[in-house]
DNA sequence: GAATCGCATGTAAGCGCTTACACTTTCTAC
DNA sequence: GTAGAAAGTGTAAGCGCTTACATGCGATTC
């Protein structure tokens, strides 16, 4: 073993075999190769313009050839930010957030940003450790859903300077920059309808309310649209579960097996609609002659369901778009932008029938 | 404004004020303020059994009373490495990976790690792109999905020192360590029991295969399993497309209205399935008993889809939980993790009929 | 032709943290 | 009591990059 050591040492060209595997070439060792300083291939990399064409070509050549790339760390360290941005949502295993994610994510790359995902599963205490670590990682802006959390997340994320957007939510009150819409409204224009066509008993099973304000909204717009309507609070059934389509299934047989069942069953998410409408199609029950069924989101699940999900429209795409948008430029100018109002709105398919 | 600056100079209290508005406390203030030195702060939040309990509580309540949070760049350079997993997948705009994405994050998280995602939109371009983006950020390791790719992101990853591991896939031949299923086994042993069940003219909606393994190989599998059953390779209708719903309903009306029609449909993957489903529907053709319609990857999609879908299962959760498992190990032991294969098993439910 | 300008490039000072090493103090064992 | 180990802490050298500032030099102006 001994020997074989010594002779390693023997051969120059080990030496440089065993750099190349154990580091990377660093900007210095580009200036080196290319007969420049650091300043320059800096420059080449952040600001090609400023440096002269023919120094340019030499330098991408040589960074091409000893396949440098920048260290990341370093450079966020020298030039105090990441161009990393954060996106914290309760989840990530099925399409709710999945698509205006997608839409957030893209607007970020077309501008030079990284996205960095956490999710909470739908758990506050979760949450407020998540929002800690992408600010650790250097997340230098985040992006969250719904208003409603610890005011000391807040705090925080005001005393380390963190751009931070509410989506998914309308609360122009909070006086926090926003690009969502307002669920409040959005499901109690749906429940009008629902209760013109002449329904009367309802049921809503709801996703979890204590902090998710989502959730929260969109019960208080079936009530508003039971109070235009002159129905009284006892004509909804409350049902609040966790999320899943099981959940959604077990929750409506509850619902359908009360004391007066409803004709009507709101959904405080699509999720919970499709396994509402499994459990009917299992229980023998006939959407929507004998039930209506009504989602909220509109996932792409609502159109596949069978029969198709009537459904309340958000316009992820949008959202997540804009939502970008609206960070990019809030770094930029330092200035927050201005709330952004969507609309989300009533789509009717085929769960949702007139009681005669 | 000169005597305005100058008086801002007199009051020792604005440098102060100054400096809090300006920028976040550093470890050196936290030293300061707790009368130790910077060592023992850096060793209370890395190794606080290192240093003594009255000293730590000291530290703990000055980082507590500052706000203190250790700046991620800094550490990184210090430390020579991110505790950051990249993954990058196709999409992330349906369940195809986010179950398996969410599985992995959680293991990642459990060991203190996190992750970054990025999606390629299915192009190997973007791929490209994405690894030297994630490397560059400084991903300790990365995820991806299926073998192939050009070898060039195989030689820059390992110029990097980068471990990689390959997940939705199995193939011991590559040499590279992964963590999936085999895609050909799968589809074929699906493909025997639809050929056993009477079926003789068949079709694929296939994802495009061009630079898909997993595509290639479900495609691969089904072909073998015509062979051994001694059926005709014209016996199957290949139709690519891209991915989407809407492409699987095009893709189905296409593939009926061929000459010579199939009493089943093999689809790529779920999406594509619940797209010729819907299509089944819309046209009027019963499902399973006009044609079989028989996807892959058993998400949550296929459960809910009405007739609930026969499909293949993929075992998201625990190839995302092992993927992460190896990863972890890898980046500790500095050793690559054996492959590991799980299986894929077709799951009967009720859009496959015998064909009499 | 001297003064001026502006472009291309270099110099070098950090950015905030980790950690090897050194040092001091306290314990342990004989 | 003393040598040696162990535990707690401090000192200071970077980690690889960006960028303010300095420098050099050819082009422009009068």
């Known amino acids: 073993m001994t020997e074989v050591a010594g002779r390693i040492e023997i051969y ?65 360290m020298a030039a105090r930010r990441t161009n990393t941005v954060g996106a914290i949502i309760p989840t990530m295993e099925n399409a709710v957030f999945a698509r205006g994610l997608q839409a957030f994510q893209d ?45 000391a997340i807040y705090d925080f994320l005001a005393a380390q ?75 909804l059934l409350f049902i609040e579960t966790s999320y899943g389509i099981e959940e959604g299934a077990i929750a409506f047989k509850q619902a359908m097996s009360a004391s007066n069942p409803p004709s009507a069953v709101f959904c405080g998410n699509d999720v919970l609609a499709v396994g509402a409408l499994r459990q009917a199609r299992d229980s023998g029950i006939h959407v929507p002659d004998d039930v209506s069924i009504i989602g909220f989101d509109d996932i792409e699940l609502a159109q596949v369901a069978y029969p198709p999900l009537t459904t309340v429209h958000v316009p992820h795409r949008e959202m997540g778009r804009l939502a970008a948008a609206a960070l990019i430029g809030w770094l930029k100018d330092g200035t927050p932008p201005n709330t952004v109002e969507l609309l989300a709105y009533p789509v009717m398919r085929s769960t949702l029938a007139p009681k005669d």
Chains 1, 2 share one sequence.
């Open 12 to 76: 120059g060209q080990c030496e440089i075999v065993m750099a190349n595997t154990t580091s990377l070439p660093t900007l210095q060792d580009v200036a080196a190769a290319a007969g420049v300083s650091t300043a320059t291939v800096s420059r080449v990399i952040n600001f090609p313009a400023q440096v002269a064409p023919a120094t340019r070509a030499k330098v991408e050549a040589t960074i091409a050839q000893l396949g440098y790339s920048p260290h990341f760390g370093a450079r966020v």
């Open 107 to 151: 607007e970020l790359s077309a501008h030079g940003y990284t996205m960095l995902v956490a999710s909470t599963g739908y758990s506050a205490a979760n949450e407020a450790e998540q929002v800690k670590a992408l600010v650790a990682r250097g997340a230098d802006a985040l992006l969250l859903i719904g208003h409603k959390r610890d005011q």
């Open 161 to 235: 300077g963190i751009p931070t957007i509410i989506t998914w939510a309308f609360d122009p009150s909070s006086g926090r920059p926003s690009v969502g819409f307002d669920n409040a409204a959005a499901m109690r224009d749906m429940a009008r309808q629902v209760i013109d066509m002449g329904h009367r008993q309802l049921a809503l099973i709801s996703a979890e309310t204590a902090s998710n304000d989502r959730a929260m909204e969109r019960y208080l717009g079936i009530q508003a649209a039971m109070q235009d309507k002159g129905l009284p609070e006892e004509n």
